[in-house]
């Protein structure tokens, strides 16, 4: 299918929904056998960000660095950490490996994805929930760390989501994310973020780091999509991928799509210089702090 009718589908906020519907569960069923366990674009450093990794995980490593990059935004050891549309679970096992939460949860949309993950990661603190990211399953204030790497672009309504982060999170806690646009979604995106409950902490551009990660799996994913997807849709799945030449790809390379991760924080009721921090117990300084580009 022709990629401006995808485009023009996934425009209607109910349609773009169906489509995920579909399309991450026939992922999963084409892409489990091979342990395909990332679904990102990736990120690499320019020089190499070079984190130690266990050697079974050095064929994921720069997607795993995309959830370094974001999972280092804030404390993760012993703390309730959620992961919205964790996808196949790499990076929820990869953080609750390195990281040491005290349990992490990640949820997805896509129950064969699910159903993946609980068989493929069989680590002790972390669980698997299918749900959706614009009604989560969770009580107010049960997490003190939210975690959401390239998925809010799927969901129909991006404000929802932002609300119900806010409302599973304590007061003083952490809201690490990173996705991107096109050009032409970059206000309403902007819009939505600066309005929702949240205290921004710090945002960075990321996108020239992300055009590295994609060039770090480009031939890999080119081999996994052509032998995994029938032909038809093989255009889709090289955009899906951000393969050299694919239109993500190019738009990320010219400027017209843009790749940001963010840091918030939900303010406490107190004024935010007096809130405890939940990350060491030290008191957080009222001045934002912007992260520095890459
Ligand atoms: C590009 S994948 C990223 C997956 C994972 N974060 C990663 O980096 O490997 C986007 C994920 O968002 C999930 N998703 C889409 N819409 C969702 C929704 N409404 N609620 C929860 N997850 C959703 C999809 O099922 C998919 O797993």
Redesign the pocket.
């Known amino acids: 299918m022709a990629m401006p009718v995808i485009d023009s589908l996934l425009a209607n906020r109910t349609l773009r929904?169906a489509i995920?519907?579909l399309w991450?569960p026939l992922l999963t069923r084409r892409l489990q056998a091979d342990g395909v366990?990332?679904?990102?674009y990736a990120y690499e450093t320019e020089p190499p960000m070079e984190i130690a990794l266990a050697p079974a995980d050095e064929a994921d490593r720069a997607?795993i660095q995309?959830?370094h990059h974001v999972g280092t935004l804030a404390e993760l050891r012993g703390k309730a950490v959620l992961?919205?549309?964790?996808?196949?679970g790499?990076?929820a096992s990869y953080l609750t490996r390195t990281f040491a939460p005290a349990s992490y949860i990640g949820?997805?949309?896509?129950a064969a994805?699910i159903a993946f993950c609980r068989q493929r990661h069989q680590i002790e603190r972390l669980e698997f929930v299918q749900?959706?990211?614009?009604k989560l399953p969770f009580a107010d204030g049960a997490f003190e760390v939210l975690v959401?790497?390239?998925?809010s672009h799927?969901?129909?309504q991006l404000p929802r989501?932002l609300a119900e982060a806010a409302r599973v999170l304590k007061p003083g806690g952490h809201f690490l994310y990173a996705d991107f646009r096109f050009s032409q979604g970059i206000a309403a995106w902007e819009q939505a973020l600066a309005g929702c409950p949240l205290q921004l902490l710090g945002t960075t551009d990321i996108s020239a780091g992300v055009l590295r990660g994609m060039d770090c799996n480009s031939a890999r994913s080119i081999a996994l999509l052509e032998r995994k997807l029938p032909k038809f849709l093989h255009g889709l799945g090289r955009d899906?991928a951000g393969v050299h030449g694919s239109r993500v790809y190019t738009a990320l390379l010219e400027h017209g799509l843009s790749y940001r991760s963010y840091h918030f924080i939900k303010p406490c009721s107190e004024p935010l210089k007096q809130c405890v921090s939940l990350d060491q117990g030290k008191p957080i300084s009222a001045s934002s702090h912007r992260h520095s580009a890459p």
């Open positions: 929904k995920w519907k991450y366990v990332f679904l990102n997607c995309l959830y992961e919205v549309s964790c996808g196949h790499g990076g949820l997805d949309l896509n994805g749900g959706d990211a614009e959401n790497v390239e998925a799927c969901y129909p989501f899906f």
